[in-house]
T-cell receptor, first 109, second 119 residues
């Protein structure tokens, strides 16, 4: 099975940079996903990492270290609309995505 | 990207009635769909895996006789909440994988969710 750990809540200022960490334990690694979920809406895909290193996609970047069972999502130039929950998920093989509790990010002015 | 729709987007029903939620993959075929449930301020909890043409696989603690799943075609799965009670009020989200997406990862596409309120 999978065991995922993320901070429950974070607060950051508009325009700043925030890093959301995720540590995981899994029986078989098949990549790591980050999703964004606004309240009352379904999750939307942000990134997928299967190799070590940093993947940059606009204001969002995701980092993976497989040896450490660790990933982070980096959000730059924060905007108010970035206030949401950020979910880290690590599937095992072809199993469905299992999500941790997610990190609720609040962006303040 | 692939699109998954759900219907209805919200429903209010009386206790004891049954509610059917549809999940469709609009521009791709999905042999496997997943049903999740999310209570306020909690994470998505996987309820069951729906397999086209066969029985669904339920997660531990999910009553299969209460949450009936039918996956009659490669583009449609339905979840029926039978004899709904107020504690079943939740946000139900379906998700599907693209059968032909290939690639090295199994991205899941999520529907917009259905908010169920049982009075």
């Amino acid at each position: 099975g999978q065991n995922i750990d993320q901070p429950t809540e974070m607060t950051a200022t508009e325009g700043a940079i925030v890093q959301i960490n995720c540590t995981y334990q899994t029986s078989g690694f098949n990549g790591l996903f980050w999703y964004q979920q606004h309240a009352g809406e379904a999750p939307t895909f942000l990134s997928y990492n299967v190799l070590d290193g940093l993947e940059e996609k606009g204001r969002f970047s995701s980092f993976l270290s497989r040896s450490k069972g660790y990933s982070y999502l980096l959000l730059k130039e924060l905007q108010m609309k970035d206030s949401a929950s950020y979910l880290c998920a690590v599937p095992s093989g072809n199993t469905p995505l299992v999500f941790g509790k997610g990190t609720r990010l609040s962006v303040i002015a | 990207g692939a699109v998954v729709s759900q219907h209805p987007s919200w429903v209010i029903c009386k206790s004891g009635t049954s509610v059917k939620i549809e999940c469709r993959s609009l521009d791709f075929q999905a042999t496997t769909m997943f049903w999740y449930r999310q209570f306020p301020k909690q994470s998505l909890m996987l309820m069951a895996t729906s397999n086209e043409g066969s029985k669904a696989t339920y997660e531990q603690g999910v009553e299969k006789d209460k949450f009936l799943i039918n996956h009659a075609s490669l583009t449609l799965s339905t979840l029926t909440v039978t004899s709904a009670h107020p504690e079943d009020s939740s946000f139900y989200i379906c998700s599907a994988r693209d059968l032909l997406s290939g690639g090295s990862y199994n991205e899941q596409f999520f529907g917009p969710g259905t908010r169920l309120t049982v009075l």
